[in-house]
């Protein structure tokens, strides 16, 4: 492959394939040919990918940087960004900062002063949202659910009223206990998507009724492969929102703009502002 371009000095965060080795970037293949050092979360993972891509180390070594080296890498790292050199920095797979080492290592770099960049790409998060079937208008993500029932359940009630879709990421063998606990935390009704191995041979997305995945999950054994949960809204909430795009829809039927805001804003009691940000989406 061509060379590539030479990079100024800072810490990059590069996102790289969470199934299909394809879906990475033509820049983060840049950044990982010229970058003057390598850290990875699983360096056997990184090695694999390069060789994949055709792209030498030429000499360079992967530094492992994970949550149990971490302290002890950083100095290090910093250092060699603080003495004037590129540093790419990949997770185990999808984008860094999400739910990955990576937090600390950027923080180190911010706190001293030093250039921070993103090669963004492929994400979990976001390619769960994208097939969950759930709205994406405003969502929030929850990282991992506590293992123990008793901490996943204060966990899971801290978030019951958060207006938004929700996503968490989670263990397959923990799948049909935690779909329990969101059942017993946000009701039986709330709608969900369960996405597995998303861009992969085997990807799987299940879609229904939290009560009725849960059920389902506890009667097979546990799935293989990377988890996505993503929550609808709360019913209560999806109901509103159906309500207010059915007024609108019918108001800009037959008034302008200004005035179908104004007629829906008063008859459902709801922000001026909020009705009229929905009212342009409605009208793209």
């Given amino acids: 492959m061509p060379s590539a371009p030479s990079l100024a000095p800072g810490l990059y965060l590069v996102a790289t394939p969470i199934g299909a080795a394809r879906d990475i ?25 390069m060789e994949i891509h055709g792209i030498a180390l030429n000499g360079r070594k992967i530094l492992p940087y994970h949550d149990h080296n971490g302290a002890q890498q950083r100095p290090r790292l910093l250092a060699a960004v603080a003495e004037g050199r590129s540093l790419a920095y990949v997770s185990d797979a999808g ?17 001293q002063g ?12 976001l390619a769960a949202l994208a097939v969950a079937g759930q709205p994406t208008d405003r969502f929030m993500f929850a990282g991992f659910p506590p293992p ?16 938004a879709t929700l996503v968490f990421y989670e263990s397959p063998r923990r799948l049909a206990d935690c779909l329990a606990g969101m059942a017993t935390a946000y009701g039986d009704a709330r709608p969900a998507s369960v996405c597995r191995e ?29 988890v996505v949960i993503v929550l609808g809204p709360p019913v209560a909430i999806q109901r509103s929102a159906e309500t207010l795009d059915s007024a609108l829809t019918s108001a800009l039927a037959n008034h302008s703009l200004k005035d179908a805001v104004a007629a829906v804003a008063e008859a459902l009691d709801l922000p001026r502002k909020q009705v009229y940000a929905r009212a342009l989406d409605l009208a793209k």
């Fill in 25 to 49: 970037t033509l820049r983060a293949l840049d950044i990982l040919a010229s970058a003057d050092m390598l850290a990875a979360e699983d360096t056997r993972n990184t090695r694999h990918l």
């Fill in 114 to 125: 030093l250039p921070v960049y993103a090669a963004p790409g492929a994400s979990a998060l």
């Fill in 198 to 226: 998303l861009t992969k041979k085997f990807e799987q997305v299940r879609r229904g009724a939290l009560g009725t995945l849960a059920a389902e999950y506890a009667a097979e054994p546990a799935p293989r492969g990377e």
């Fill in 95 to 111: 984008t860094p900062m999400v739910a990955d080492p990576g937090y600390a290592l950027a923080q180190g770099m911010i706190a």
């Fill in 148 to 163: 123990k029932a008793a901490a996943r359940a204060r966990f899971l009630a801290d978030l019951a009223a958060v207006p």
